[in-house]
T-cell receptor, first 115, second 112 residues
Framework: EADIYQTPRYLVIGTGKKITLECSQT?????MYWYQQDPGMELHLIHY???????EKGDLSSESTVSRIRTEHFPLTLESARPSHTSQYLC??????????????FGSGTRLTVV | AQSVTQLDSQVPVFEEAPVELRCNYS??????LFWYVQYPNQGLQLLLK??????LVKGINGFEAEFNKSQTSFHLRKPSVHISDTAEYFC??????????FGQGTELSVKP
């Protein structure tokens, strides 16, 4: 079944640690996105990619970085985690180029807590 | 620039009652509108979308929304809610080839 997977679902980590949040999709979508969602608040786009070797920063400034070496894989990395990074991170993908149908498929999210 | 405003942060309602979740958008160009639902501890799921054509859009789980260009609104409605509809609902807008911009979310709480 085509889907989008995020691991881990929950992560509690100490300040200063390096972490990578994984996101993989099996649908062959070119476009992929990372959103940050604080409790009870809207989603903010922090990174997106329109294909292999393409990455762009989103509307919300983030200290995280991303890479897109393979179509199906779009990991997010924090070099040195801080309590301010505590949030939920949602990965999404979409299929169409330059068309109207921006139907995103979302992963289940990673809830990150930095202590 | 595009933006989305969801007018209610929380909507409590009793089971089997009708509900309307309000969404207004601003955009200087043609828009495409979406409603997503997020159940606790899950990602977002597409409820329905308006791209063109009929302004009344039907989605999953008995939800529908009406695109009103003159009022720049895209309100979500359901005639009779269930306990299982309790979730966070997000309105979103995009333009052609653009990225999705989400509203602040509305927490729907259905009580027995």
């Amino acid at each position: 079944e085509a889907d989008i997977y995020q691991t881990p679902r929950y992560l509690v980590i100490g300040t200063g640690k390096k972490i990578t949040l994984e996101c993989s999709q099996t649908m062959g979508h070119d476009k992929m996105y990372w959103y940050q969602q604080d409790p009870g608040m809207e989603l903010h786009l922090i990174h997106y990619s329109y294909g292999v070797n393409s990455t762009e920063k989103g509307d919300l400034s983030s200290e995280s970085t991303v890479s897109r070496i393979r179509t199906e894989h779009f990991p997010l990395t924090l070099e040195s985690a801080r309590p301010s990074h505590t949030s939920q991170y949602l990965c999404a993908s979409s299929e169409y180029w330059g068309e109207s149908d921006q139907s995103y498929t979302f992963g289940s999210g990673t809830r990150l807590t930095v202590v | 620039a595009q933006s989305v405003t969801q007018l209610d942060s929380q909507v409590p309602v009793f089971e089997e009652a009708p509900v309307e979740l309000r969404c207004n958008y601003s955009s200087s160009v043609s828009v495409y509108l979406f409603w997503y639902v997020q159940y606790p501890n899950q990602g977002l799921q597409l409820l329905l979308k308006y791209l063109s054509g009929s302004t009344l859009v039907k989605g999953i789980n008995g939800f529908e929304a009406e695109f009103n260009k003159s009022q720049t609104s895209f309100h979500l409605r359901k005639p009779s809610v269930h306990i299982s509809d309790t979730a966070e609902y997000f309105c979103a807008v995009s333009n052609q080839g653009g990225k999705l911009i989400f509203g602040q979310g509305t927490e729907l709480s259905v009580k027995p």
